[in-house]
């Protein structure tokens, strides 16, 4: 994988996960009548973590299985599932909120320090 292939996933990657966070918090105070447009925004966002996160880890380390990998795709499949959540279960918004903050704190430390 060429530097600028890995520069431009890289990019995306972090600007999918930018807009699903927004959008996953935002939609903890939101309107219902926005569901539709936060769903979507989400659903896209998340698309996109998986299609660049996927190609990075061909690319990168040949589709090693690594534990670190593993429990970032276990917070992203969870911060992509709250967004839905929030809008059923509006009372639960303050315990959703501090889920959310904790498995991103989590995939975030994954990243970076790789403990596995």
């Not at 959540?85 to 904790?102: C, D, P, V």
Request: glycine letters at 6%; a positive charge; aromatic letters at 12%.
């Amino acid at each position: 994988m060429n530097p600028n292939e890995l520069n431009a996933l890289h990019f995306l990657h972090v600007v999918g996960v930018l807009v699903l966070t927004a959008y996953t918090f935002y939609a903890f105070a939101a309107p219902l009548a926005s569901r539709k447009g936060v769903m979507m925004a989400t659903g896209i966002a998340s698309l996109v973590i998986l299609l660049t996160g996927i190609r990075m880890w061909q690319g990168v380390y040949d589709f090693a299985i690594m534990s670190w990998l593993i429990i970032k795709i276990v917070c992203w499949l969870g911060v992509s599932a709250l967004t839905g959540m929030a809008y059923r279960q509006r009372e639960k918004a303050g315990r959703f909120m501090t889920i959310a903050l904790l498995l991103l704190t989590v995939a975030v430390a994954m990243v970076y320090l790789k403990p596995f």
